[in-house]
């Protein structure tokens, strides 16, 4: 068997059912003689044909030369469902038994009525009891059927099946079928009866975890990642086999401590930089613009904060950080509830937000910050649509400014997208006109 383990090669089929049972006559508890060969034929092999499958059990294997137990072993290898009958002391079926526990195949164990079950496995599978009278066998058919039936279902460890290679851990590329805030559900693109969670506590060590799942994880994206199988059942992981190097991180990186980082990559969502010791983190792009970074340049940043939960590093450019450190002049920046028209600068789609410059604050250092939970329905529909460009003009009101945690000494300013008060067709840059009491 130690053999067969090693090559095993060929893919399950889902639709076929492998009834690992006693043969020929035997006496049940309660007296009466069973032939499980007409039970198998009668009942059991008819219950899966009516639901479109496929049974088989290994003494119906067509044209086999092996043994008896080689042949089981092939039926329960190949099978996608194994059936159990536990209703006779046999050997030979609790060996076919642990084979199927072994690969992980989806299980429906049945006995007849009184029969002794193996008592290391009695609380953890769910057996189907049944008779053999006129009202108990139509009974057990329906119940092998609806047993079938759910364990064909995706969503449960016991149904999840498993490739042919005996592994409970299988890397591969996963849709996502749907997101929430804190969780997504995948399904594996090479095998749709994979399923499984990922909560952001599995997201790559490499990535910062998001704070809504949901606006990085769409439905039909695809993830490389590791389904997980453990006592608690599937889950889909992207750290599995990863060390965690964010203690490490932690340690090595000092609030104000000054490293060098390689920028690694360029585009609308900023300047994204590799720090010498480890770890990833983005320069903010007014930053990146104003020193002429490209792609592979090594520059000296300092490194503001480290946050090991959500997976980020936080980093200013050296010299900009300690050039900036002054208070910054309020004038250069509008007040809260002020209302004024804006420029659009960047545009962020895949994180949900643009860049705006305000009308009247030339000397801002970086541009506002517009959200799509703060944009009107259109501008929303625009972004996410890729309409809005460059160039777009809005009418907005200051919603806050605060000191900013990413660039020290300058502020943060976020606006929400209002009426003008002229008409939505109505250019923003246009002077608002108050009516004149009657």
């Known amino acids: 068997m130690l053999e067969q383990l090693r090559r095993r090669e060929q893919a399950a089929d889902e639709d076929l059912v492998f009834f690992a049972m006693p043969y020929g006559r035997k006496t049940m ?19 899966v044909k009516l639901m479109g499958l496929k049974p088989d059990r290994a003494d119906k294997i ?27 002391t046999s050997t030979s079926v609790a060996m ?19 029969a002794e079950v ?61 997101a929430t805030a804190d969780r997504i559900f995948v399904r594996d693109v090479q095998n749709e009866l994979r399923t499984g969670e990922m909560r952001r506590t599995d997201v790559n060590y490499g990535d910062t975890v998001p704070e809504d799942m949901a606006k990085r994880y769409h439905q039909g994206s695809k993830i490389s990642g590791t389904f997980v199988t453990d006592e608690n059942g599937t889950r889909f992981s992207q750290r599995y086999g990863q060390v965690n190097p964010w203690p490490r991180l ?33 320069i903010p792009t007014h930053q990146a613009n104003a020193a002429g970074l490209l792609l592979g340049s090594e520059v000296q940043v300092r490194v503001l904060h480290v946050d090991p939960v959500r997976q980020r590093i936080d980093v200013a450019l050296a010299h900009h950080a300690v050039a900036s450190a002054a208070p910054p002049s309020m004038d250069a920046y509008p007040r809260t509830g002020e209302r004024l028209a804006a420029t659009v600068r960047t545009v ?26 703060e944009m009107a329905a259109a501008t929303r529909d ?27 000494g300058l502020l943060d300013v976020r606006v929400r997208e209002v009426d003008s008060g002229v008409g939505k067709t109505a250019d923003p840059a246009e002077p608002v006109v108050a009516e004149s009491a009657a």
């Open 250 to 282: 932690q340690a090595e990186y000092a609030r104000g401590q000054v490293t060098t980082a390689r920028v690694s990559d360029l585009n609308r969502g900023g300047c994204f930089v590799e720090l010498a010791s480890g770890g990833k983190s983005r």
């Open 62 to 88: 067509p044209g086999t030369t092996e043994s008896p137990l080689q042949a089981a072993w092939d039926g329960i290898d190949r099978a996608g469902v194994v059936v159990v009958d536990l209703s006779a």
């Open 118 to 178: 193996p008592t290391n496995i009695q609380g953890q599978i769910r057996a189907i009891t049944y008779r053999c009278d006129m009202s108990g066998l139509p009974e057990m058919s329906r119940a092998i059927r609806a047993a079938i039936e759910e364990v064909r279902k995706p969503g449960s460890p016991e149904m999840d099946l498993r490739p042919r290679t005996g592994l409970r851990d299988v890397d591969a590329v996963a849709e996502v079928v749907w």
């Open 29 to 47: 508890p309660d007296g009466y003689e069973q032939n499980f060969d007409v039970l198998y034929r009668d009942y059991f092999a008819e219950a």
């Open 382 to 408: 625009g972004v996410e649509a890729g309409s809005v460009v460059h160039g777009e003009r809005v009418f907005v009101e200051v919603i806050e400014v605060r000191p900013s945690r990413r660039d020290p």
């Open 96 to 114: 076919e038994l642990g084979w199927a526990m072994c690969l992980h195949k989806r299980l429906v164990v049945l006995h007849y009525e009184g």
């Open 348 to 373: 962020v789609a895949e994180h949900g937000f643009v860049l705006v410059e305000l009308d009247g604050y030339p000397g801002m250092a970086k541009p506002a910050l517009l959200h799509v939970s």
